[in-house]
Antibody
Framework: EVQLVQSEAEVKKPGESLKISCKGSGYSFASYWIAWVRQMPGKGLEWMGFIYPDHSNTKYSPSFQGQVTISADKSINTAYLQWSILKASDTAVYYC??????????????WGQGTLVTVSS | QSALTQPASVSGSPGQSITISCTGTNSEYNLVSWYHQHPGKAPKLMIYEASKRPSGVSNRFSGSKSGNMASLTISGLQAEDEGDYYCCSYAGSNVYVFGTGTTVTVL
């Protein structure tokens, strides 16, 4: 069974750093793009960027370029989203999702459970 | 990257059909998908490549695209169809963008 399990909720102060994770299982983790999606409180979905774990090729939405870093460690089937300096406006639920096709060229639909990040002084 | 434009809300009675529009998609590609999200839950894929339905998704859901506008139609509206719907389009240069979201209410 394909699963994406995300790290637990975090409460941080402005200016702090943070790295959240998304661990894949039940499939060849390194061979499928993993995307991160933000959902601010009461707002819509925003596509942040994605990574191909096998060679860590990464693409960012212009809106998030330079604001976050997406990385992956294929040896432990885990993707990451990190901030060096958190802001209150980073408060949101962050989802990871497989953003790729299967061998039949059908779009895959697997999502993590979401990680709530709260940034408050 | 500006979000794609969707109506804020659409409503219909049980059994009726409703259509949600999504304007601003990349006219060069049919890479538009639609997601359904219940509050506090992860999104669920309903349509991909503008009109393809994933295995397990009801055939009451259909999608289309013309130029830079995509549409999702829900036929035979049911209570379980309530929630938020988002379109998502390939914007080019390996970047994707979501729509503003539409709240569907079954009256």
């Amino acid at each position: 069974e394909v699963q994406l399990v995300q790290s637990e909720a975090e409460v941080k102060k402005p200016g702090e750093s943070l790295k959240i994770s998304c661990k894949g299982s039940g499939y060849s983790f390194a061979s499928y793009w993993i995307a991160w999606v933000r959902q601010m409180p009461g707002k819509g979905l925003e596509w942040m960027g994605f990574i191909y774990p096998d060679h860590s090729n990464t693409k960012y939405s212009p809106s998030f370029q330079g604001q976050v870093t997406i990385s992956a460690d294929k040896s432990i089937n885990t993707a990451y989203l990190q901030w060096s300096i958190l802001k209150a406006s980073d408060t949101a639920v962050y989802y990871c999702a497989i953003w790729d096709y299967d061998s039949n060229f059908d779009l895959l639909d697997y999502w993590g459970q979401g990680t709530l990040v709260t940034v408050s002084s | 990257q500006s979000a794609l434009t969707q109506p804020a809300s659409v409503s219909g009675s049980p059994g009726q059909s409703i259509t949600i529009s999504c304007t601003g998609t990349n006219s060069e590609y049919n890479l538009v998908s639609w997601y359904h999200q219940h509050p506090g839950k992860a999104p669920k894929l309903m349509i991909y490549e503008a009109s393809k339905r994933p295995s397990g998704v009801s055939n009451r859901f259909s999608g289309s695209k013309s130029g830079n506008m995509a549409s999702l139609t829900i036929s035979g509206l049911q209570a379980e169809d309530e929630g938020d719907y988002y379109c998502c389009s390939y914007a080019g240069s390996n970047v994707y963008v979501f729509g503003t979201g539409t709240t569907v209410t079954v009256l």
